[in-house]
């Protein structure tokens, strides 16, 4: 089995509870954040690393979060005991990113080489500043490189496992 197969993409997480009738705020990092309900079963996983499964979500939002249902969650008491889980699915569970599109998980570990070929390391992670996306190179130091293409990032090529930048080293 492939390593998307099996690793585990986060989602979301469990933030508090809505009402009294075992409602559930989730954060979710989807988009459009509504998705998140698409991709079940969802691996519940608490800070520990414990895991568990739960299929049958479902939810809508409000506010900056979604209210959800969880099955088989019917108390205030219940939700709170869950409050800080992640919510996490397979790789293998996510649709094919469109053409020029990519999942950030994809990109981590790939080299970054700049164009006159020095090597920044390998990606790290990305992050969203608001006004844009974010490719952190970890190599002799971390490099913080805006995700715009083509002005920045120049290619990305899985076969080779290169992300091409347009950056200077000194950066």
Do not use: C
């Not at 397979?90 to 164009?115: F, K, M, T």
């Not at 490719?135 to 990305?156: E, M, N, S």
């Amino acid at each position: 089995m492939s390593e998307n197969a099996t690793r585990r993409i986060l989602l979301g997480r469990v933030v508090g509870a809505f009402g009294v009738r075992g409602q559930v705020k989730i954060e979710s990092w989807t988009e459009p954040r509504e998705a998140i309900f698409r991709y079940q079963p969802w691996s519940l996983r608490d800070a520990a690393g414990r895991e568990r499964e739960l299929s049958g979500v479902r939810g809508k939002p409000s506010g900056k979060h979604l209210i959800a249902s969880f099955p088989g969650v019917e108390d205030r008491d219940a939700v709170e005991a869950m409050v800080g889980l992640e919510i996490a699915v397979p790789r293998s569970a996510l649709p094919p990113p469109q053409p020029d599109e990519y999942y950030w998980v994809d990109l981590e570990g790939l080299r970054v080489i700049n164009a006159d070929g020095r090597d920044f390391g390998t990606v790290s992670h990305l992050f969203s500043t608001g006004a844009n996306d974010v490719l952190v190179a970890r190599g002799d130091k971390d490099r913080l490189i805006p995700f715009i293409q083509p002005d920045f990032v120049t290619r990305v090529d899985f076969e080779a496992g290169v992300v091409g930048v347009d950056w200077d080293p000194e950066f």
